[in-house]
């Protein structure tokens, strides 16, 4: 079946380490894929997108991806994270041409915690 | 400037009530969506139309409906509420690309349901 995982529910690190959030997918071809920002109480935020082209995407705040097509993922980083990037992270999926349309189907989220 | 947003941002109700939930882009968008986030923070989608006509339909109780009135606006009505209708409610819109899946879903802040 298709899916999007994101195998940990919750990450904590400390301000001004490095963060990695990890993304799954399982396709049948290339889906188009997105990292959701989620700040508490408040909407979501799109931080970046991949479509096709370069495998390593800029986002904004800081952040960026990186899609492996031999892995079925999209991970995302940032160098240094500070205190206002406690969040939630949602991975997320359009499978595209392969069917779905404009579906956008969500993993079941990260929430990052910045110790100070 | 708000580009996609949302009215009432909470809602408090009482079991077997009906209310609607109002959403706005001003993003010159041609698509809107609704999403349903439970207790979980798992998103899934709802519903989305396409130029004021419903083009997914996922398996969601016929107490929901849906109205386009025009291509910016997109409400949710919702009847006979239920205790598991509590959750927050995302509206979104994004430019159609005839169902190639190529195109960017924005959120508005969310509408927080809770039926007692």
């Known amino acids: 079946a298709q899916s999007v995982t994101q195998p940990d529910i919750h990450i904590t690190v400390s301000e001004g380490a490095s963060l990695e959030l990890r993304c799954n997918y399982s396709?049948?071809?290339?889906?188009?894929l997105f990292w959701y920002v989620q700040s508490p109480g408040q909407g979501l935020q799109l931080l970046l997108k991949?479509?096709?082209?370069?495998?390593l995407v800029q986002g904004i705040k800081g952040f960026e991806a990186e899609f492996k097509r031999s892995q079925s993922s999209f991970n995302l980083r940032k160098p240094s994270v500070h205190w206002s990037d406690a969040a939630e992270y949602f991975c997320?999926?359009?499978?595209?041409?392969?069917?779905?349309?404009?579906?956008?189907?969500f993993g079941t989220g990260t929430q990052l915690k910045v110790e100070l | 400037d708000t580009a996609v947003s949302q009215t009432p941002k909470y809602l408090v109700t009482q079991m077997g009530n009906d209310k609607s939930i109002k959403c706005e882009q001003n993003?010159?968008?041609?698509?809107m969506y609704w999403y349903k986030q439970d207790s979980k923070k798992f998103l899934k989608i709802m519903f989305s139309?396409?130029?004021?006509?419903?083009?997914i339909n996922e398996t969601v109780p016929n107490r929901f409906s849906p109205k386009s009135p025009d291509k910016a606006h997109l409400n949710l009505h919702i009847n006979s509420l239920e205790l598991g209708d509590s959750a927050v409610y995302f509206c979104?819109?994004?430019?159609?690309?005839?169902?190639?899946?190529?195109?960017?879903?924005?959120f508005g802040p969310g509408t927080r349901l809770l039926v007692l």
């Open positions: 979104a819109s994004s430019q159609f690309r005839g169902g190639t899946g190529l195109e960017t879903q924005y």
């Open positions: 396709y049948g071809a290339t889906p188009y």
């Open positions: 991949y479509f096709s082209g370069d495998t």
């Open positions: 997320a999926v359009i499978p595209g041409v392969t069917g779905g349309g404009n579906k956008l189907t």
């Open positions: 993003l010159g968008h041609d698509t």
């Open positions: 139309y396409n130029n004021k006509e419903l083009i």
